[in-house]
């Protein structure tokens, strides 16, 4: 006997306020009896010896050091820059003065 009836799966149509042919509800109650199956087979399997975990793999970040090097200086960062003012890229302005 399925989980679900076909007058379930008209009830749930109605409350999602889905407009669902005679065909669809059929198939849709042979889902939904699928995807309730498929819940109560997992419910079976889980035990409550087993932790839960996100990831079955213990899995750990690999993390270099920090090590502080000389960044470039502002002449150099600038000296492509096909537009620079003062110690700063020059780019066109896209918005308006008062935006």
Known sequence: MPDISRDE???LARLS???LSEA????FAG???SILHYVK???EV???DVPPTANPSAITNVKRPDVIVPGLT???ALSSAPNAE???FAVPQILGENE
């Open 9 to 11: 799966v008209v009830h």
């Open 17 to 19: 306020r889905l407009a």
């Open 24 to 27: 669809e509800l059929d198939e």
């Open 31 to 33: 889902q939904l009896d």
């Open 41 to 43: 087979t997992v419910a």
């Open 46 to 48: 889980a035990a409550d």
């Open 74 to 76: 502002p002449e150099q």
């Open 86 to 88: 003062g110690n700063r």
